[in-house]
């Protein structure tokens, strides 16, 4: 039970009165939702509904990264981060992310650690995105999906944590995977 509603956790305080979709492509849809809060006063959310992604984030024995550099259009300039996209229809976050390792990196791996979940923007948008650490790395050859233009980036795992302490990498998913990444090395002791 929460002490500002008095409701248990996860229910919601709100009364949807009613609920369009104003817009919707492949990747996402958008919906005004008209609500009635507490106390009886009207209110309107706009939701984003993004599709469900799977991220990775790729590290050698001797502790060096892969990332992608690649324009994105949303933000209006290149950014740097973790290898990651939608999760198909059917499929499973853990097999989305070997998917994304293989198409965007060339990679595959022996061993995966599950890095949990994020939300990355709980007040409008609903874009759950799953995240792994993928270990033990093997070559293989990088197949982009027709359209998709990036760069393959390697540097130390300790560059791509300052880079995100320091605001250089800005992605949310890939700002939580590096950092769950160093608690995830250090508890395997293969980072001090």
């Not at 305080?13 to 009886?40: A, C, H, M, T």
């Not at 999906?145 to 130390?156: C, H, I, M, Q």
Request: contains cysteine; aromatic residues 6%.
């Amino acid at each position: 039970m929460t002490q500002e509603t008095d409701k248990p956790e996860g229910a919601s305080p709100f009364k949807v009165l009613s609920r369009k979709e104003v817009y919707r492509n492949r990747w996402i849809s958008v919906r005004e939702d008209r609500v009635l809060r507490q106390g009886g006063q009207e209110g309107i959310f706009g939701v984003v509904t993004m599709k469900v992604g799977s991220s990775v984030l790729p590290i050698t024995e001797d502790l060096q990264t892969f990332l992608t550099s690649a324009y994105r259009y949303g933000v209006g300039r290149m950014s740097l981060e973790v290898a990651g996209g939608v999760i198909d229809d059917g499929e499973e976050p853990l097999s989305a992310a070997k998917r994304e390792l293989d198409e965007e990196l060339g990679l595959q791996a022996h061993e995966w650690l599950d890095a949990g979940r994020i939300d990355p923007f709980t007040t409008v948008i609903s874009s759950p995105n799953f995240m792994f650490v993928a270990l033990g790395l093997k070559a293989t050859s990088q197949h982009l999906e027709p359209g998709e233009v990036l760069s393959v980036v390697k540097l130390p795992f300790t560059q791509a944590l300052h880079r995100v302490m320091t605001g250089q990498i800005t992605h949310g998913a890939s700002c939580v995977l590096i950092l769950k990444a160093q608690t995830l090395l250090k508890a395997r002791g293969l980072l001090s």
